[in-house]
Nanobody
């Protein structure tokens, strides 16, 4: 049974930082590209960062570029998202997801497995 479990969310003031983790089990982690999505109330779930299976390629949405960093540890079957310089508009539920196939196929429907999400709330 494949499981993706996010942790590390919480309430933080604007300008602060958080580190999200996504621990996986039940899949061959180093065969999967990993992504972090977020969904704010009333908005679509959007891809904000992705890393390929070796950790050598990354993608960032313009809204988070320069502030967030995605990384992975294939020895721990875990992907991370470091969130710096947080803004109130970063408030959302953050989800990790796993996919095979092309790294550049980044639509939500391309991802095979999903975590349950972790809430990030940024106060002004």
């Amino acid at each position: 049974q494949v499981q993706l479990v996010e942790s590390g969310g919480g309430l933080v003031q604007a300008g602060g930082s958080l580190r999200l983790s996504c621990a996986t089990s039940g899949l061959t982690f180093n065969n999967y590209h990993m992504g972090w999505f977020r969904q704010a109330p009333g908005k679509e779930r959007e891809l904000i960062a992705a890393v390929n299976w070796t950790g050598t390629m990354t993608y960032y949405a313009d809204s988070v570029k320069g502030r967030f960093t995605i990384s992975r540890d294939n020895t721990k079957n875990t992907v991370y998202l470091q969130l710096n310089s947080l803004k109130p508009e970063d408030t959302a539920v953050y989800y990790c997801a796993a996919k095979t196939g092309s790294f550049y196929a980044m639509r939500r429907m391309e991802y095979d497995y999903w975590g349950q999400g972790t809430q990030v709330t940024v106060s002004s």
